[in-house]
Structures are given as structure tokens and as C-alpha cells.
């Protein structure tokens, strides 16, 4: 099978198209034929290296864990997927090892879910990592009907599910952007902030109690500025920032593989509940131009790896 791989950490060009033997599936894993996955900002983060104390990294790396494809094969006990079954999912495992930027991935069945009815393999693709994140997060952090949430990076893949999910519970959301994606911000039901200097007082300005939820999922000074917004009895959660819960008594998330919420968002998505926001795809022998598109930074929704 093609694959893209990295011998060793670095930058982009350490990325290179390379063919490896097809996987074999264990007992409680099945073969996937990808049709595509997507980039995430801790993809390239785990190339850099930045991340090498954290997870163990076994070379030659395969990277990706966002997944959606076709069961090509089962192991001895997958009662839950049969061949042909249409799923996506979170495809990360103990070691960083054999990833989703593949023709083929072995998956265990606890990584992955059916994939949702009304979306294209490439929009399926872009949900995984980034819908659990901001499912997860938000089910933490206790978002409720009356709160008042704050999202930091609000536009990004990550954000733009979390302003979603968190306006299906019945919160109010302000969401921090660029001034170029407020009216992005609005069409998902968010009040947009301009972030930068003096985001505190902006918000202060929407929400003079302060905010009940802080989501921050960018890291920097999120959850100083968070703080100083907080209602009393608010929650900060980042998955950047231990911070969060270290400093202020809140959350910090590391997002799980989860098939049950999996399946939640599949459900949402079907229901026009969520929507997914590609901003841009490529094709899997351009690996390399997709994680430098990541690595830029201010992208809305989704970069998406077709393979």
C-alpha cells in the first residue's frame, strides 16, 4: 500500500510517499480502506518532535488519526463491523506508529463508529478528533441551557463544533475570531470577539456577569484572559493549558476514542444539528503542503487528506 512516512522528526519535508506492506487485522481490529482523513494541528506537532515526552513514537511514522473509509478486513472478534461497513473515526492508539495517512489502517473497533448517512467520505473525515474534542469538552465543562460560553478560536475545527454543540444545549456563545470570520461565527449561532489585545473588555462588553464556560482551544494567554471573565462559580477547560485545571480549578482535556460519542455526533450531523466546515483538500501524495497549510495557522474548519 502507499503511505505517507517520516523516518524522523522535523518539518515538513521529512514527509515523503513511500509503499509499506498492508496491515493485518488483531483480534479486536479491523482493516479500513481510507478514502480520507485530515490534518489536526497536533499532527505536526508530533512530527516537530514537540510531543516526543508525551506519546512514544515509533519510526518509520505513519501520521493521522482522523479516519473515514470501508471495512476491507475483520479480526476474530469484531461482532460490532462486518466488511463493507461505511465508518469514520479517531484512529489513535499507544504508540505513534501506523496512522490514518494510508490506502490502509488497521483500526481497533473501539476508534471507530459508522460514519454519519448525510456526509461525503471527505466531510467525514474532517470530524473525528476535532468533534470529540468539542464534544468532550463541552460535556466536561457542564454546558447547560441559560449558560453564557466563551469559545477561544471559535472559527477553527475544533471551535466550530464546540459554538454548535453548545448552542444544541440552549447556551448563549461568544466566540473569539478574526474579524474575517465573524459573519462565519454568526451563521453558527455565535456573538463574534475580535481576539487580541483587549479581548477581555470585549467580552466584558457582551457579557457584563461574566461567562459561565470557557472552552480554550488555543492556548497563549486563553485561559488568563478566560479568568478574568469568569462568573463566579465558571469553569475554565483548555486542551492546551493544564493551567486550567492546575491554577483555576477547571478542566484540562486530552480527547479519547470514543465509539458511543462517535455515534452521538453521527447523529447530530444527520440531523442537521452540526455542520462541517472543509476549508480545503488535498490529495494524499500533497501530505506535505497539507501540514504546512495547518502549520499557517487562521484556518477555518477542516484541512482534508483524500486518499
Known amino acids: 500500500m502507499r503511505a505517507i512516512t517520516y523516518g524522523r522528526y522535523g518539518d515538513a519535508d521529512v514527509l515523503e510517499l513511500t509503499e509499506h506492506p498492508d496491515p493485518h487485522p488483531g483480534p479486536d481490529v479491523v482493516v479500513v480502506r481510507v478514502r480520507a482523513t485530515s490534518v489536526n494541528p497536533v499532527d505536526w506537532k508530533v512530527r516537530e518532535g514537540y510531543l516526543d515526552g508525551l506519546l512514544d513514537a515509533r519510526f518509520p511514522v505513519t501520521p493521522g488519526w482522523d479516519v473515514a473509509g470501508v471495512v476491507e478486513q475483520v479480526g476474530l472478534d469484531t461482532p460490532e463491523l462486518q466488511v463493507g461497513d461505511e465508518v469514520y473515526g479517531y484512529v489513535r492508539t499507544d504508540v505513534v506508529h501506523g496512522g490514518t495517512f494510508a490506502e490502509l489502517v488497521a483500526?481497533?473497533?473501539?476508534?471507530?463508529?459508522?460514519?454519519?448517512?448525510?456526509?461525503?467520505?471527505?466531510?467525514?473525515?474532517?470530524?473525528?478528533?476535532?468533534?470529540?474534542?468539542?464534544?468532550?469538552?463541552?460535556?466536561?465543562s457542564g454546558v447547560r441551557d441559560g449558560h453564557t460560553a466563551l469559545v477561544h478560536a471559535a472559527a477553527g475545527g475544533v471551535g466550530a463544533f464546540a459554538v454548535q454543540i453548545a448552542r444544541s444545549l440552549g447556551a448563549r456563545v461568544i466566540g473569539t475570531a478574526s474579524e474575517p470570520n465573524h459573519a462565519f461565527l454568526r451563521s453558527l449561532g455565535?456573538?463574534?470577539?475580535?481576539?487580541?489585545?483587549?479581548?477581555?473588555?470585549?467580552?466584558?462588553?457582551?457579557?457584563?456577569?461574566?461567562?459561565?464556560?470557557?472552552?480554550?482551544?488555543?492556548?497563549?494567554?486563553?485561559?488568563?484572559?478566560?479568568?478574568?471573565?469568569?462568573?463566579?462559580?465558571?469553569?475554565?477547560t483548555s486542551i492546551t493549558d493544564p493551567a486550567a485545571r492546575d491554577e483555576h480549578g477547571g478542566q484540562y482535556v486530552w480527547v479519547r476514542p470514543s465509539t458511543g460519542d462517535l455515534d452521538d455526533l453521527a447523529?447530530?450531523?444527520?440531523?442537521?444539528?452540526?455542520?462541517?466546515?472543509?476549508?480545503?483538500?488535498?490529495?494524499?501524495?500533497?501530505?506535505?503542503?497539507?501540514?504546512?497549510?495547518?502549520?499557517?495557522?487562521?484556518?477555518?474548519?477542516?484541512?482534508?487528506?483524500?486518499?
Open 107 to 140: 483500526a481497533p473497533v473501539r476508534t471507530l463508529a459508522r460514519k454519519p448517512r448525510s456526509l461525503t467520505f471527505e466531510e467525514a473525515a474532517a470530524v473525528p478528533l476535532a468533534g470529540l474534542t468539542a464534544l468532550q469538552t463541552v460535556r466536561r
Open 190 to 236: 455565535a456573538e463574534p470577539v475580535t481576539y487580541g489585545d483587549g479581548l477581555a473588555d470585549r467580552v466584558r462588553e457582551l457579557a457584563p456577569d461574566g461567562v459561565d464556560v470557557a472552552l480554550d482551544y488555543v492556548g497563549g494567554d486563553a485561559v488568563a484572559t478566560s479568568a478574568a471573565v469568569l462568573a463566579d462559580g465558571g469553569t475554565i
Open 267 to 307: 447523529a447530530m450531523l444527520d440531523a442537521g444539528t452540526l455542520r462541517v466546515e472543509v476549508a480545503e483538500t488535498y490529495e494524499l501524495a500533497d501530505a506535505a503542503a497539507a501540514h504546512r497549510a495547518s502549520e499557517g495557522g487562521h484556518v477555518r474548519g477542516k484541512i482534508v487528506v483524500r486518499v
